[in-house]
């Protein structure tokens, strides 16, 4: 079992919908990362958070630190959106790579 | 553009061949990383260099090599691959503190598309 899990792996939406992707991890970590890769490959950071919520734009990361369990949720979501979206955490401790999940394939119909 | 360049976006290379991938950061950053995807797989990190000297090596295969001359470049040097090497390929960079915790975000490049025939 993958210290960190994603959920859907895949998700298909329309126009304005609302989307939630999930994130539940085993460790103890001192901070939780949501990326974007888009088709090309490129990776951009969205968020990166260790308590409570961010907002940016439509995108909104939450994290409940005793659940170990992070969401990611997109507002009026727009084809541009259409992406693979990773979770990843940095365990905590004075040296901590990133521990990635496999991601969510987010697809958004016009 | 996240200030980090990968080169190039795309190689095609035999079991036999020695080729380089070339990350450049621009970010004054002093940490970088190597990080390979395989298709349905988590990205997996290969290297880290923070303040020029390799502080990780997860067990990579020894036909990888990587090289770091400063803080803004990064090559990783490729010889006698396998086919189950093909991946991509995809460079991060981040600014360390002092004893080497990552204490702010990762910003990648596009990633190089390694072939291996």
């Known amino acids: 079992k993958n210290e960190v899990e994603q959920s859907p792996q895949n998700l298909t939406a329309q126009e304005g919908e609302f989307i939630t992707i999930n994130c539940s991890y085993s460790?103890?970590?001192?901070?939780l990362h949501w990326l974007q890769q888009h088709p090309g490959g490129g990776i951009v950071s969205l968020f990166m958070?260790?308590?409570g919520k961010k907002k940016h734009g439509r995108l909104i990361a939450t994290i409940n630190i005793q659940e170990k369990h992070s969401s990611l949720h997109i507002t009026a979501s727009h084809p541009r959106d259409s992406a693979v979206y990773i979770c990843?955490?940095?365990?905590?401790?004075?040296?901590?790579?990133?521990?990635f999940g496999k991601g969510t394939k987010l697809s958004v119909k016009p | 553009e996240t200030g980090v360049t990968q080169t190039p976006r795309h190689l095609v290379m035999g079991m036999t061949n020695k080729k380089s991938l070339k990350c450049e950061q621009h970010?004054?950053?002093?940490?970088m990383y190597w990080y390979k995807q395989s298709a349905k797989k988590p990205l997996e990190l290969m290297f880290v260099?923070?303040?020029?000297?390799?502080?990780e090596n997860n067990s990579v295969p020894s036909r990888f090599s990587p090289e770091c001359p400063n803080s803004s470049h990064l090559f990783l040097h490729l010889h006698t691959l396998q086919p189950e090497d093909s991946a991509l390929y995809l460079c991060?960079?981040?600014?360390?503190?002092?004893?080497?915790?990552?204490?702010?975000?990762?910003?990648f490049g596009e990633g190089s598309r390694l072939t291996v025939l």
């Open positions: 260099y923070s303040l020029e000297e390799r502080v």
């Open positions: 958070l260790s308590s």
């Open positions: 991060a960079s981040s600014q360390v503190a002092g004893w080497a915790t990552n204490t702010g975000e990762l910003f």
């Open positions: 460790v103890g970590i001192s901070a």
């Open positions: 990843a955490v940095k365990r905590g401790g004075s040296q901590g790579n990133l521990i």
């Open positions: 970010l004054g950053h002093n940490a």
